[in-house]
Nanobody, 120 residues
Framework: QVQLVESGGGLVQAGGSLRLSCSAS????????MAWYRQAPGKQRESVAH???????YYTDSVKGRFTISRDNARNTTDLQMNNLKPEDTAVYYC??????????????WGQGTQVTVSS
């Protein structure tokens, strides 16, 4: 199995910063895509950012210029640095990782989610 552990959520005032971290462990041969999603109350889960194994990145329009995704391939971790946070960033943030198990079988795994609350 592949396990993801997230950390770094919390309560912050608008304009503040938070850094989310996600660590993958277990039956892992290779990690391809590492991503962050979020789900606000009453809304669908949406993609926030992702980073490929070659460090290509994607950001949803609403976070461009404010959020930065990074990864450490040696440690199987990804971080999401969130600056200039806005109340509309309030959501549960989920880490998502896909790759290959040691057997070569693909996997997709979700983290447990971490709450980010931005007060106005």
């Amino acid at each position: 199995q592949v396990q993801l552990v997230e950390s770094g959520g919390g309560l912050v005032q608008a304009g503040g910063s938070l850094r989310l971290s996600c660590s993958a462990s277990g039956d892992i041969l290779k990690i391809n895509l590492m991503a962050w999603y979020r789900q606000a109350p009453g809304k669908q889960r949406e993609s926030v950012a992702h980073i490929t194994s070659t460090d290509s990145t994607y950001y949803t329009d609403s976070v461009k210029g404010r959020f930065t995704i990074s990864r450490d391939n040696a440690r199987n971790t990804t971080d999401l640095q969130m600056n200039n946070l806005k109340p509309e960033d309030t959501a549960v943030y989920y880490c998502n990782v896909n790759g290959l198990r040691l057997s070569g079988v693909p996997f997709v795994t979700w983290g447990q989610g971490t709450q980010v609350t931005v007060s106005s």
